[in-house]
């Protein structure tokens, strides 16, 4: 009895420091093991004057991704125009757009006629321009790409 004891106070140990991990030191960019390979990328950008600019590189994909939501985060009733999107990888240009009119909630992946094919191997270069926004002019961006719908 006072094994399984121990052992009872051990998996309850081990999951409070998981959850603690989990809960405490959120990740940006995380795989998610499950049946189906899910990969979750999240960039921001500050709206200074109505422009932002993202310019990012990201380590190697370990296998071919699919990216097929990119979906967009803005204040309600923020409106912009995104100028420019380019994601490179290991064979080049891998993704493109250019002046799609946004706001809250917008795909940009279905508005750019997605989906993004992203080849592993290689860093990957993600470039985002944007202007025109208001009515903030000051505010945050945020973009969360998945290769989920």
């Known amino acids: ?39 979750i990328i999240t960039e921001e950008a500050q709206i200074s004057e109505g422009k932002f600019s993202i310019n990012t590189t990201t380590i190697p994909l370990p296998s071919k991704t699919v990216v097929r939501s990119a979906k967009l985060f803005l204040p309600i009733d923020e409106t912009g125009t995104i100028n420019k999107i380019q994601i490179t990888g290991p064979n080049g240009l891998e993704f493109g757009c250019q002046d799609i009119k946004v706001k809250d909630g917008v795909d940009l992946i279905k508005a750019c006629g997605g989906p993004a094919a992203l080849e592993a191997g290689g860093a990957i270069n993600y470039v985002a321009e944007g202007s025109d926004f208001g009515p903030e002019l000051n505010t945050k961006v945020k973009v969360v790409l998945s290769d989920d719908f």
């Open 1 to 39: 009895m006072n094994s399984l004891k121990k052992s009872m106070c051990l998996a309850t140990i081990l999951a409070f420091a998981l959850s603690f991990l989990v809960f405490c030191f959120p990740r940006s960019a995380m795989a998610i093991p499950s049946t189906f390979a899910t990969l």
